[in-house]
């Protein structure tokens, strides 16, 4: 039904309908400094029935580049529009309008705004703090080399992080009549929940102009136990229809599956017992007559300590 009014829907009414997915769209780098790894994603989500489709996007400015992670966005699923700040090429403050064009299931586009001050006194080495993947738990350290160009006395007199498991050390300074150095440290301390790290430290001087900095930090934590798929689609299903799908879950140790939980009754597990690496479970959809569509969080609870559980999401459309 929603689909046809899209479709009778006025030209506001359509882009109205695309708008609604983004729960932000628009940010602020602040400062960032030159050549550093300055990018931010745009992440809706598709509340609707049927499948959303990304036709293109565009940038007005070529100090930003857009990018899609994918371009068809399946019902409850979520998808992200990847904005890149180019500050090797650009100086100054910039700012870009990134147009999303969807063309199903009717036309409609969104714009997304990005701004941000690229400073050309300070660099830093590497240019990006990627911490690659790394299990919850774990404590993986990475240094940078700040550098600040034009005045000797310019100093770092505070690092702020809205990451507590993040801890900031400040290594060593070197100076001289051009240039201060500075060597700092980061290191993940504690654990912290699975999925994309993506943090933002601010560095604060004794520079009354432009008194912060911006240093993004990247990495990708993974739990000590997975399931895939991480999504299962069961597709169309009749009221009373009965269809199975197998769930693999895995781990570098081994484990015993201790519950599968769903909220869904219509859904049901099979587990096996003992512990190993791998275990496979049966999953089954039964239907009850009800033509309520799925959505569901499943998850699987292992005798693993710490990160035991993982989970995944179920989705299905019954008519």
């Known amino acids: 039904m929603f689909a046809s009014l899209l479709v ?41 029935d049927q499948d959303v489709h990304i036709a293109s996007v565009r940038t007005s400015c070529g100090c930003t580049t857009p990018k899609i992670s994918n371009r068809t966005i399946a019902p409850r699923q979520t ?23 969807f063309d199903r299931p009717s036309y409609a586009e969104v714009k997304l705004n ?19 993947e790394f299990r919850s738990g774990e404590t993986p350290e990475r240094e940078v080399t700040i550098t600040h160009v034009g005045n000797p006395n310019w100093e770092i007199t505070d690092v702020r992080s809205h990451c507590r498991e993040l801890k900031v050390r400040l290594l060593s300074v070197e100076k001289n009549s051009r240039e201060v150095k500075y060597r700092m440290s980061v290191r993940v301390d504690g654990p912290i929940a699975e999925g994309d790290l993506r943090e933002r430290i601010t560095l604060v001087s004794n520079d009354a102009n432009f008194p912060t900095t911006e240093m993004l930090l990247f990495g990708k934590i993974q739990s ?22 197998r769930l693999i879950v895995r781990s570098d140790e081994e484990f015993e599956v201790k519950n599968v939980l769903c909220e869904d009754p219509r859904i049901e597990f099979e587990v096996g017992t003992g512990k190993k690496k791998i275990h496979f479970i049966k999953m089954r959809f039964r239907g009850d007559g009800s033509a309520e569509s799925i959505s569901q969080q499943v998850k699987v609870v292992t005798d693993l300590p710490d990160s035991g559980i993982t989970s995944c999401l179920v989705t299905g459309r019954v008519r």
């Open 8 to 48: 009778r829907s006025s030209d506001a009414s359509a882009e109205n309908w695309a708008e609604k997915m983004f729960s932000v769209q628009s940010h602020d780098f602040r400062m960032v400094g030159r050549g550093a790894k300055s990018e931010y994603r745009f992440q809706f989500t598709n509340p609707f």
């Open 79 to 101: 998808g992200e529009i990847t904005a890149e700040l180019n500050t090797d090429s650009f100086i100054g403050q910039k700012s870009a309008t990134v147009t999303v064009v």
């Open 114 to 132: 990005v701004s941000g001050y690229i400073r050309t006194d300070i660099t830093f080495d590497p240019p990006e703090m990627n911490f690659g």
């Open 224 to 245: 000590l136990v997975s399931v895939s798929p991480a999504t299962v689609s069961l597709g169309d299903l009749s009221a009373n229809q009965t269809k199975e799908q």
